[in-house]
């Protein structure tokens, strides 16, 4: 069982950063892959980031890409999201998620879930 808990969203002119957060519980952390999605009023929940679980592997959805990323300490049970560049399209709650899978860009095969934290870049 795992419990997560994201943070560090909040309000961004385009162009600025935040970096996401998310705390982990559990002493099985570091033996899931993590990673993050994101969904817009009215849109589906995309794929933006993942991470395995000795961290040597990560991918990112192509809007993201050379943007955002992706890292985890296991000794903090934490894996964080660096955004740059941000624009206003980034806008969306965003989500932090573990599975037991070794590479997964599609969020009904993650386990456990945040309840996520939002993200709002103006124009």
């Known amino acids: 069982q795992v419990q997560l808990v994201e943070s560090g969203g909040g309000l961004v002119q385009a162009g600025g950063s935040l970096r996401l957060s998310c705390a982990a519980s559990g002493r099985t952390f570091s033996s899931y892959a993590m990673g993050w999605f994101r969904q817009a009023p009215g849109k589906e929940r995309e794929f933006v980031a993942f991470i395995t679980w000795s961290g040597g592997n990560t991918d990112y959805a192509d809007s993201v890409k050379g943007r955002f990323t992706i890292s985890r300490d296991n000794a903090k049970n934490t894996v964080y999201l660096q955004m740059n560049s941000l624009k206003p399209e980034d806008t969306a709650l965003y989500y932090c998620?573990?599975?037991?899978?070794?590479?997964?860009?599609?969020?009904?095969?993650?386990?456990?879930w945040g309840r996520g934290t939002q993200v709002t870049v103006s124009s």
């Open positions: 998620a573990a599975t037991g899978r070794i590479i997964s860009y599609k969020y009904h095969e993650y386990d456990y």
